[in-house]
């Protein structure tokens, strides 16, 4: 832990020691502009290249993650005067890292030959990465400058869906033979000189490339070379197909703490492998957005994007929001009798709902992460709701009741203290039934669950509560 919050502090270090250098370059050249002196073109160029050096030996002392996180850490002009100053032949390594956000405002930036010689530098499986956000003519200069076998590969690999296997998985793979002994399977190791990152097994084919097994190289390295690489191997390795679902990939390796894994056709041909990397950056970014659904949000958001863009962005639960407020705005119109008579109404029916609210979101956060580790299923849900029904009836009479005291303290009226408990437990009640029933239905119909749920499940606790308590306080009280 102490390592992870050195690390965090350096990081924000050398993000400071970047904008400081970057405002240090734009007053010194401000300054020099406005000196009236001789050769004053060649003044200002001498001094733009100085400024500038400092600041580009600190960008190529940095990893190409930490350049990344400085770079979306900046506003656009000075995002795009330290991309000017990263080496080209970083260029690939640090668009892999940026948001995708952030990764198009630099591309904005590079011309079609720059483009190209950034994606030129990559791996097949990480241009699969890169290729939808390169322009069309771009990537197909890219596809004819490939060899036959990384065009084929690549090609596949933009053939499926992001959130499938086959659009992860890695092409650069170690394979052996059955037929082999450890001793030489070792001398092919050493001649190779180097093994792929996150090797942790080789994968054990035949002479069409199909899939025998695997052998574990802390095997090869305590068993006797002189033993056969058929006697060693396991031959019940985690396998994926390229069609799956990368969810379900990324909860095999947390399952079973995998490392790599091999990725087979329909004919248990290998045609690639699964990396522990590739699955933690598919889990962070699966993450992201979620929560950003949560929040209504339609993509990752430039933090530095123009008003208009993030307005796009952001327009359409805004919109289903407003909608939702005018009705329960409509709600409380039909009771304003009611409040006009007993103005405590108006002060107690916000607690209602937002407690309602918060416990609606609380039972919604619970089904979207059963639904995505595939905990959640026809067979429970009937007890899944009792159980949350059972919670919201719990808490509803505990803090209901505290409620209903308070409020009886504030106004003396015995009847209100018991309107405002009851009101605060059928409201509960309703979050609870909303909060299973929303992801379900969303999971249904064949829409992620956790795109504006929290929106919708507020809209449902805001109008049911202000009817619920404004209608029990009409029957009630008056």
Known sequence: MAEIQESKESLQESLQQVITLLNKHKLIEGLVQKQDMPKQALVETLVHKQNLAELQKKLDALHPADVAYILEALPLDQRLDVWDLV??????????????????????????????????????????????????????????????????????????PEDAVGALMDFDIVTIREDITLEVALRYLRRIGSLPDHTDKLFVVDRHDMLHGVLPLKRLVVSDLDSGV???????????????????????????????????????????RLTVDTVMDFIREEAESDMLSLAGLREDEDMFSS???????????????????????????????????????????????????????????MIVRGLALGQVASHNMKSLLQKELGIALLNGLIWGSVLGVVAYLLYGNVALGVVMTAAMTLNLLLAAVMGVLIPLLMTKFGRDPAVGSSVLITAMTDSGGFFIFLGLATLVLL
């Open 307 to 365: 008003v208009w863009k993030a307005m796009q962005n952001r327009w359409t639960w805004l919109a289903v929001n407003l909608v939702t407020a005018f009705v329960a705005s409509r709600v409380i119109g039909a009771f304003e009798g009611s409040i006009e008579k007993i103005v405590a109404l108006a002060a107690l029916m916000p607690i209602v709902a937002g407690i309602g609210g918060n416990s609606g979101n609380q039972t919604i956060t």
């Open 87 to 160: 080496k080209a032949e970083r260029d690939g390594d640090i668009l892999l890292e940026v948001s995708d956000a952030v990764r198009q405002t630099l591309i904005a930036d590079m011309d079609s030959e720059e483009l190209l010689a950034a994606a030129e530098q990559l791996d097949t499986d990480e241009l699969a990465d890169l290729a939808p956000d390169l322009p069309k003519d771009v990537l197909q200069d890219l596809l004819e400058s490939l060899d036959a076998s990384n065009r084929e590969r690549l090609q596949s690999a933009l053939s499926y």
């Open 230 to 272: 058929d006697e060693i191997m396991a031959d019940d390795a985690v396998v994926f197909h390229p069609e799956d679902k990368a969810t379900d990939a990324a909860k095999a390796f947390e399952r079973y703490d995998l490392v790599t894994a091999p990725v087979v056709d329909e004919n248990n041909k290998l045609i690639g």
